[in-house]
């Protein structure tokens, strides 16, 4: 989502209640403190940090350390993402500047910096370090390359420090300490790609192993719903791939085998960390022997998922590792022969159907399509089932079997929530006059299956009037349903030209009736709905009518007059 439609993306109750929050001015302060990196303290019970992460408008992720836990945003976020639209809009109008005041204070920075001595200096940061623990493990860290220690050692400790600091006298992650901490740990990620980068392959390599190895172990004591940590060890394996990629011979082989080492560790299991050390494995290998220790760690693995309740999806993950690994090699007959002993899971069997359809043996293609159908029904595997209904409806039409075509589009229409593709797909295969008695069999097991009724039924049926041009039947059928604004205001253009009388008097109610709810959202829809309106021809008078209406009975919803008077300015 972006800034323009975040609005559209969140429940309106939270909505409403962030952006009271950012309308009151509890948004104490918005900086875009790098490129794509923006900052925020919000006042609430306690003042709360806000982080979001953007690219150009799109918002990538945000963090808050209030310890909200009802859904996926916060109040206080929603209330910066408003402050932070605003500022773009600013800045699209005016180019930001920077004050007098910011230049003096910069000024003032650099002139301190010239006239103080390095010991005042120093006094002064030790000041510091005594009042706030966290900000001298992230000096500590963020200088690390400069001391003369073990490298290990080093940073392993650097690491279990900003968690201690974090962890507070309790010995517990409380969520509003997460955001910081996942913060420190992203930076030091940073700092071991910018070494890697300038050609400190070991102590970027151990930067890395020292996040991936306690990361691992911290995720499951806090909270990362905001997905600091994750993020901080995504950064270190990706620059571990990039040390891979550049590794020598002998390194090469000192990193293999720390991938298999680490990749049978359980702490990695429980997040889907260790697929990344799998990735890397491929890479690594250079002889005999640990090809064939690979496919023995991969084959160990197999036989533990398939104790487990829900193991398909894993041992999938790792049957591909090894197709992967044999395509590469160009070995592709013994991928092949891989594929069909495990033909039993539906994503192997569809690359052997595909090739059956490739090659026109379609009866062969149907065969296995059948089976797979067979399975997934017993399993009650309902997405999979449609896929293999999608393949055999797809096998029809490559074939040109209009009684397939017919039975895999009408089964797949009532199946998929009445997907229209299936039902422009059936009616292809009848001429006008057949088709006439068919799709009046179509809307009669529609009702029949949706009795009594419902927006999905009066939605699917709408769109089949439209495409069969039944326009009365259309005006009839929105007319039963005419407490649904949004049905109205969605079918009220096929039909205002014809029937302009009563589609202004649909309007006029459900408008009305809509208007009811208390949200900023609702009266944002009321104006729309308004200016659909007064598109019809001849609403002008129900139009002045309904804002009369409003005006007079909500005059003291101040939000909802700021949004019609912007609008629909009063004429003075």
Same mark, same amino acid.
């Given at each position: 989502?972006?800034?323009?439609?975040?609005?559209?993306?969140?429940?309106?109750?939270?909505?409403?209640?962030?952006?009271?929050?950012?309308?009151?001015?509890?948004?104490?302060?918005?900086?875009?403190?790098?490129?794509?990196?923006?900052?925020?303290?919000?006042?609430?019970?306690?003042?709360?940090?806000?982080?979001?992460?953007?690219?150009?408008?799109?918002?990538?992720?945000?963090?808050?350390?209030?310890?909200?836990?009802?859904?996926?945003?916060?109040?206080?976020?929603?209330?910066?993402?408003?402050?932070?639209?605003?500022?773009?809009?600013?800045?699209?109008?005016?180019?930001?500047?920077?004050?007098?005041?910011?230049?003096?204070?910069?000024?003032?920075?650099?002139?301190?910096?010239?006239?103080?001595?390095?010991?005042?200096?120093?006094?002064?940061?030790?000041?510091?370090?005594?009042?706030?623990?966290?900000?001298?493990?992230?000096?500590?860290?963020?200088?690390?390359?400069?001391?003369?220690?073990?490298?290990?050692?080093?940073?392993?400790?650097?690491?279990?420090?900003?968690?201690?600091?974090?962890?507070?006298?309790?010995?517990?992650?409380?969520?509003?300490?997460?955001?910081?901490?996942?913060?420190?740990?992203?930076?030091?990620?940073?700092?071991?790609?910018?070494?890697?980068?300038?050609?400190?392959?070991?102590?970027?390599?151990?930067?890395?192993?020292?996040?991936?190895?306690?990361?691992?172990?911290?995720?499951?004591?806090?909270?990362? +719903?905001?997905?600091?940590?994750?993020?901080?060890?995504?950064?270190?394996?990706?620059?571990?791939?990039?040390?891979?990629?550049?590794?020598?011979?002998?390194?090469?082989?000192?990193?293999?085998?720390?991938?298999?080492?680490?990749?049978?560790?359980?702490?990695?299991?429980?997040?889907?960390?260790?697929?990344?050390?799998?990735?890397?494995?491929?890479?690594?290998?250079?002889?005999?022997?640990?090809?064939?220790?690979?496919?023995?760690?991969?084959?160990?693995?197999?036989?533990?998922?398939?104790?487990?309740?829900?193991?398909?999806?894993?041992?999938?993950?790792?049957?591909?590792?090894?197709?992967?690994?044999?395509?590469?090699?160009?070995?592709?007959?013994?991928?092949?022969?891989?594929?069909?002993?495990?033909?039993?899971?539906?994503?192997?069997?569809?690359?052997?159907?595909?090739?059956?359809?490739?090659?026109?043996?379609?009866?062969?293609?149907?065969?296995?399509?059948?089976?797979?159908?067979?399975?997934?029904?017993?399993?009650?595997?309902?997405?999979? +089932?449609?896929?293999?209904?999608?393949?055999?409806?797809?096998? +029809?039409?490559?074939?040109?079997?209009?009684?397939?075509?017919?039975?895999?589009?009408?089964?797949?229409?009532?199946?998929?929530?009445?997907?229209?593709?299936?039902?422009?797909?059936?009616?292809?295969?009848?001429?006008?006059?057949?088709?006439?008695?068919?799709?009046?069999?179509?809307?009669?097991?529609?009702?029949?299956?949706?009795?009594?009724?419902?927006?999905?039924?009066?939605?699917?049926?709408?769109?089949?009037?439209?495409?069969?041009?039944?326009?009365?039947?259309?005006?009839?059928?929105?007319?039963?349903?005419?407490?649904?604004?949004?049905?109205?205001?969605?079918?009220?253009?096929?039909?205002?030209?014809?029937?302009?009388?009563?589609?202004?008097?649909?309007?006029?109610?459900?408008?009305?009736?809509?208007?009811?709810?208390?949200?900023?959202?609702?009266?944002?829809?009321?104006?729309?709905?308004?200016?659909?309106?007064?598109?019809?021809?001849?609403?002008?008078?129900?139009?002045?009518?309904?804002?009369?209406?409003?005006?007079?009975?909500?005059?003291?919803?101040?939000?909802?007059?700021?949004?019609?008077?912007?609008?629909?300015?009063?004429?003075?």
């Amino acid at each position: 989502m972006t800034f323009k439609d975040f609005e559209k993306n969140i429940d309106s109750q939270i909505l409403e209640r962030g952006f009271g929050y950012f309308q009151n001015g509890n948004v104490i302060s918005v900086n875009e403190v790098d490129t794509g990196l923006w900052e925020a303290e919000v006042e609430g019970t306690e003042n709360y940090f806000v982080t979001i992460r953007t690219d150009k408008y799109k918002i990538k992720t945000w963090e808050c350390d209030c310890p909200y836990d009802m859904g996926p945003v916060c109040k206080h976020v929603i209330a910066v993402f408003y402050a932070i639209a605003e500022e773009i809009e600013v800045k699209k109008e005016q180019p930001y500047k920077k004050t007098n005041s910011e230049k003096d204070n910069k000024k003032r920075i650099e002139n301190i910096f010239k006239a103080a001595s390095k010991e005042e200096l120093q006094n002064f940061i030790m000041a510091q370090f005594s009042k706030e623990r966290s900000l001298k493990n992230s000096f500590v860290a963020y200088f690390a390359e400069l001391l003369d220690e073990n490298p290990e050692e080093k940073y392993k400790i650097i690491v279990k420090n900003l968690f201690k600091a974090a962890h507070g006298r309790n010995g517990f992650m409380e969520y509003r300490s997460v955001h910081k901490f996942a913060h420190s740990l992203i930076e030091l990620a940073e700092k071991g790609e910018k070494i890697f980068v300038n050609g400190n392959i070991n102590e970027s390599l151990t930067i890395c192993k020292t996040l991936i190895e306690n990361i691992s172990e911290f995720v499951s004591e806090v909270d990362d +719903s905001g997905g600091g940590l994750s993020s901080a060890i995504e950064n270190a394996f990706d620059t571990f791939s990039g040390i891979v990629s550049k590794a020598p011979p002998m390194l090469k082989d000192d990193l293999f085998v720390y991938c298999m080492n680490e990749y049978q560790k359980e702490k990695y299991h429980d997040f889907g960390f260790e697929d990344r050390f799998l990735d890397l494995l491929p890479s690594l290998i250079s002889t005999e022997e640990q090809e064939k220790d690979f496919f023995e760690l991969i084959n160990k693995q197999i036989e533990i998922e398939k104790k487990n309740e829900y193991s398909d999806y894993n041992t999938v993950r790792l049957i591909c590792a090894k197709i992967e690994y044999l395509r590469e090699k160009n070995l592709n007959a013994e991928a092949k022969a891989l594929i069909r002993e495990n033909i039993i899971h539906p994503d192997f069997r569809e690359i052997v159907i595909d090739e059956a359809v490739k090659k026109k043996d379609f009866e062969i293609a149907k065969k296995l399509c059948l089976e797979g159908l067979v399975i997934s029904e017993k399993a009650n595997h309902y997405g999979i +089932s449609d896929k293999w209904r999608q393949k055999l409806l797809h096998i +029809s039409e490559f074939n040109k079997n209009i009684p397939d075509i017919r039975k895999w589009s009408e089964l797949l229409f009532f199946k998929s929530n009445f997907d229209m593709k299936y039902y422009m797909k059936l009616k292809s295969t009848y001429d006008n006059n057949a088709w006439r008695d068919a799709s009046e069999m179509i809307v009669d097991k529609i009702k029949k299956e949706n009795n009594p009724g419902g927006y999905r039924y009066a939605d699917t049926l709408a769109k089949i009037f439209i495409e069969e041009k039944y326009i009365e039947r259309l005006l009839n059928l929105v007319q039963s349903n005419s407490k649904l604004i949004d049905f109205i205001d969605c079918y009220a253009k096929y039909l205002k030209d014809k029937y302009p009388e009563e589609i202004i008097s649909l309007y006029f109610e459900a408008i009305k009736s809509h208007a009811k709810t208390t949200d900023r959202k609702t009266y944002e829809e009321v104006a729309n709905y308004l200016k659909n309106l007064g598109r019809i021809n001849g609403s002008e008078n129900t139009l002045r009518q309904l804002l009369n209406y409003f005006r007079g009975l909500y005059r003291n919803r101040r939000a909802m007059m700021e949004i019609l008077n912007k609008n629909f300015p009063e004429k003075k």
